[in-house]
């Protein structure tokens, strides 16, 4: 049956700040405390779902979580009004203020898990929040997320939506950064690619010293079972644990997959050799095409600095692959290198595009981050939400949208400001007229 894959971009949200919350992550610790500009984030990433769309690709928006988030503070056991919350809570505990005020959700890579119909015994798309327990911010966000994922692919007859695992560290997941599909073509049956950092039931297997490992490998075969793959449409590998240590805290940082292309870094997994033999193996109607980048071309520091394999890789309508990525791989000399001699390497991947995601990239998340991935039949498509996808006046309505509600520059002092979180309000309340998401905010209810 005849499908293609969509993309679904994270809009940023108002309150886009420089916490320093993800341990783990180089870019996220680097730029801790740094002044933020929601307005221009929202803008770049727009700016590139635009851009795609004009390409030809189909590009569809998901919505920001509310933020400062004040229910999860009063659960904390903080109470009052939320003028109240706010003040004690920025007096008492400026990081717990900064979590529950991360705009986190703008990478929507780690939002949930994503499985199409070719590969499913019911035949249906599912999808499966992720718990993101590995850090407190993230962690808040998988109810939404869910809401969110339902008022946009909301008809039961296509879509299975499934809760987040248990939110407890031997189910940690951290959603399609640590997935991948490979397929001959996107309607016809696929292998699933889970990568995780470590076995939580087993503590003497490898795993890193320095750095958390987010994903399990009971998290991913627990996802595998709820989506319903057969064992022949799917393949576990383990990502290398010296390579987690060395700020890789996901697989979309040190490799990208699309059709039969992997697009992978050497020391992405701990056996590289028995993993593309399974996945070439598993892969039917097609053979695998590995596209390894090297340690002597580019250092996996280099890909941390840059963001190499933070990409999207697309299909061209001639079967070409095109790579999209952020413009901090052009100021790493041996990546733009690397990346001029691949378009003319003759190879599947035979064109480059940059991006200026900066806002994205000084916390550590780059264009693939920024997105995640559906494959839908033409009828499934019917059936998402349109008014999530992107057009020519919908983009002029969001940016007009942002330039309404958004700062242009936020410091940590500004989150406890009672008036940030009306602004917030007010402008995701308008959003949900615009995107017709119903009252998916607890606030509007």
């Not at 035949?123 to 994922?149: C, D, Q, Y």
């Not at 576990?236 to 996901?250: L, M, N, R, Y």
């Not at 000399?333 to 003759?346: E, K, P, T």
């Not at 242009?408 to 400001?417: F, G, I, N, Q, S």
Request: charged letters at 20%; one cysteine or more; a negative charge.
């Amino acid at each position: 049956m005849a499908a293609h894959e969509l993309n679904f971009d994270g809009l940023v949200g108002p309150t886009h700040n420089y916490s320093g919350l993800s341990y783990g992550n180089v870019a996220s610790e680097e730029n801790v405390m740094a002044v933020s500009n929601p307005k221009e984030a929202a803008k770049q990433g727009l700016k590139k779902m635009k851009a795609l769309q004009d390409m030809g690709f189909k590009q569809g928006i998901l919505a920001p979580h509310h933020r400062p988030n004040t229910d999860v503070l009063r659960s904390l056991g903080f109470s009052g009004n939320d003028e109240k919350v706010l003040a004690e809570v920025s007096r008492v505990s400026p990081v717990l203020l900064a979590a529950v005020s991360s705009a986190s959700c703008m990478w929507t890579a780690n939002a949930v898990t994503v499985s199409p119909s070719a590969d499913t015994l019911d035949g249906k798309v599912h999808f499966t929040a992720a718990n993101l327990n590995a850090k407190f911010h993230r962690s808040i966000e998988h109810e939404l997320t869910s809401s969110i994922m339902k008022a946009t692919f909301g008809d039961e007859r296509y879509f299975a939506h499934h809760a987040a695992l248990p939110s407890v560290s031997q189910f940690g997941d951290e959603g399609a950064a640590n997935h991948t599909r490979f397929c001959s073509d996107y309607g016809n049956e696929g292998v699933e690619f889970f990568v995780y950092g470590r076995r939580a039931f087993d503590e003497a297997a490898p795993k890193p010293d320095k750095y958390p490992a987010r994903q399990t490998l009971e998290a991913s075969e627990a996802i595998a079972r709820l989506h319903q793959l057969p064992e022949d449409r799917v393949v576990f590998a383990q990502q290398k644990p010296s390579t987690i240590d060395a700020g890789v805290f996901h697989n979309d940082v040190i490799a990208v997959g699309n059709g039969n292309v992997l697009f992978y870094h050497e020391e992405a997994f701990s056996d590289t050799e028995h993993v593309l033999s399974e996945l070439d193996r598993k892969l039917k109607g097609a053979s695998l095409t590995p596209v390894k980048v090297s340690s002597g071309d580019v250092t996996v520091d280099e890909v941390v600095r840059s963001y190499l394999f933070n990409s999207q890789l697309l299909s061209k309508p001639d079967g070409s692959m095109m790579l999209i990525v952020p413009t901090e791989c052009k100021e790493v000399a041996s990546v733009s290198s690397f990346l001029d001699q691949l378009v003319a390497s003759g190879g599947p991947i035979n064109q480059v595009e940059m991006f200026d995601l900066k806002q994205s990239m000084q916390n550590g998340g780059g264009p693939a981050c920024l997105r995640l991935r559906v494959v839908l039949t033409e009828e499934e498509q019917a059936a998402v939400n349109p008014h999530v996808m992107m057009s020519d006046q919908l983009f002029e309505t969001l940016n007009q949208w942002v330039d309404k509600h958004y700062r242009d520059r936020l410091t940590a002092d500004d989150l406890a400001d009672i008036a940030l979180l009306r602004e917030s309000e007010a402008a995701l309340d308008e959003l949900t007229q615009i995107l017709q998401l119903g009252s998916i905010y607890p606030f509007q209810k």
